[in-house]
């Protein structure tokens, strides 16, 4: 398959409705399986016979930093004996952390509910949080199973990219799957990703001016009237930034 400057979300979709295998994996660059993980990811499904399967991810060559698949407060209590767990709660799935890497889904699964990559920036938020969502069962491995380079934090975008990303995710689930989510998801979310983006810039001048472009355009779309639960690692101040017509 050849395709020229379509990028990430498009070019997976197409690889997806090439495909003709049962189950898929998408593995981001740099990204590689450790030892069997993949054997135990399908073994997993094919005995389950679960929509898609979730795994630790470790960062770095030395066991720098095993990322739990999970944003805290982590996976959910008591999930790795959950045989296998009877699909997420909405919170639970807002919880799931959007990489396709450390994911094994089955291809009928994605057919059958429309589940494709958004086609701006975070793709991969779209698919996985619809996946989480529409899945009646779901497999977790606590043990890593793919290995990322230590500092691979993606690609740096802006505020505005980021908003109509999350606008396309909203539409894609519908009123229907969208109105069973929390209160706020999107302004968290939004914040989320945020989040990210500061964490990738270096110096305070740079972060400064990022943060006040993110601040009007969450005021402009509405999202700082609110004020609704944000990601426990979210940080004082950017949660009184989200929050400046609310407060």
């Given at each position: 398959?050849?395709?020229?400057?379509?990028?990430?979300?498009?070019?997976r979709?197409?690889?997806l409705?090439?495909?003709?295998?049962?189950?898929?994996?998408?593995?981001?660059?740099?990204?590689?399986?450790?030892?069997?993980?993949?054997l135990?990811?399908?073994?997993?499904?094919i005995r389950?016979?679960?929509?898609?399967?979730?795994?630790?991810l470790?960062?770095?060559?030395?066991?720098?930093?095993?990322?739990?698949?999970?944003?805290?407060?982590?996976?959910?209590?008591?999930?790795?004996f959950?045989?296998?767990?009877?699909?997420?709660?909405?919170?639970?799935?807002?919880l799931?952390?959007p990489?396709?890497?450390?994911?094994?889904?089955?291809?009928a699964?994605?057919e059958?509910h429309?589940?494709?990559?958004?086609?701006?920036?975070?793709?991969a938020w779209q698919m996985?949080?619809k996946?989480?969502?529409?899945?009646?069962k779901?497999?977790?491995h606590p043990?890593?199973?793919?290995?990322?380079p230590?500092g691979?934090?993606g690609?740096?975008?802006?505020?505005g990219?980021i908003?109509?990303?999350l606008?396309?995710?909203a539409?894609s689930?519908?009123h229907k799957q969208a109105?069973?989510?929390?209160?706020?998801?999107l302004r968290?979310l939004?914040?989320?990703a945020?989040r990210?983006?500061l964490?990738?810039?270096?110096?305070?001048p740079?972060?400064?001016?990022f943060a006040?472009?993110?601040?009007?355009?969450?005021t402009?779309?509405g999202?700082?009237?609110?004020y609704s639960?944000l990601d426990?690692n979210t940080?004082?101040?950017l949660e009184?930034?989200?929050?400046?017509e609310a407060?």
């Amino acid at each position: 398959i050849v395709q020229s400057k379509t990028g990430t979300g498009p070019a997976r979709n197409s690889e997806l409705d090439a495909t003709r295998a049962r189950y898929v994996c998408f593995l981001d660059a740099g990204h590689r399986p450790l030892g069997t993980a993949l054997l135990n990811w399908v073994d997993g499904l094919i005995r389950s016979e679960a929509d898609f399967s979730i795994s630790a991810l470790q960062k770095g060559e030395d066991n720098e930093k095993t990322a739990p698949g999970f944003l805290p407060p982590g996976p959910p209590p008591g999930i790795e004996f959950r045989a296998p767990t009877t699909g997420f709660t909405p919170e639970e799935a807002l919880l799931i952390e959007p990489t396709p890497s450390s994911m094994l889904f089955d291809r009928a699964f994605l057919e059958t509910h429309n589940i494709r990559f958004g086609s701006g920036a975070l793709p991969a938020w779209q698919m996985v949080l619809k996946a989480a969502l529409c899945a009646q069962k779901a497999i977790y491995h606590p043990r890593p199973g793919v290995l990322a380079p230590a500092g691979d934090e993606g690609k740096s975008t802006h505020t505005g990219k980021i908003a109509r990303a999350l606008e396309a995710l909203a539409a894609s689930l519908g009123h229907k799957q969208a109105g069973t989510l929390p209160q706020g998801w999107l302004r968290r979310l939004f914040t989320r990703a945020v989040r990210l983006e500061l964490n990738r810039r270096n110096g305070k001048p740079g972060k400064a001016v990022f943060a006040l472009a993110a601040t009007l355009t969450a005021t402009s779309r509405g999202l700082t009237k609110e004020y609704s639960a944000l990601d426990l690692n979210t940080g004082t101040r950017l949660e009184t930034l989200m929050s400046l017509e609310a407060l």
